[in-house]
């Protein structure tokens, strides 16, 4: 496989993950969205782990921004089903007034 297939691959397979991340973010339960950001630390562990990688700032920090932007679109997916919930409350409440 060329590279240019790798890298394209590799987009389709982060956009999809993005896509389901965000969703599972927006329910009820909270700990659907938190699933992919625990499998992207165990997934970071790992690789550390079996590709024998040592523990530098250059290879730390593309696993410390790709962590920081599931825990971020987590948190953010949890601000958004609030701000639902509050506006069908507020909602709610108006009809019944």
Same mark, same amino acid.
């Given at each position: ?17 993005? #896509?389901?991340?965000?969703?599972? $973010? ?8 938190? #699933?992919?950001?625990?499998?992207? #630390? ?13 523990? $530098?700032? *250059? ?31 507020? *909602?709610?409440?108006? *009809?019944?007034?």
């Amino acid at each position: 496989m060329t590279n240019l297939a790798t890298i394209i691959i590799a987009f389709v397979i982060a956009a999809v993950v993005l #896509i389901v991340h965000n969703s599972l $973010s927006k329910h009820k339960n909270w700990l659907l969205g938190g #699933i992919i950001p625990l499998l992207s #630390i165990i997934f970071s562990v790992g690789v550390f782990y079996f590709l024998k990688l040592t523990p $530098s700032s *250059k290879n730390i920090f593309p696993f410390f921004i790709f962590v920081t932007l599931q825990l971020s679109t987590w948190v953010e997916g949890r601000r958004k089903y609030k701000k639902e919930q509050e506006a069908e409350l507020k *909602k709610m409440k108006s *009809k019944d007034l």
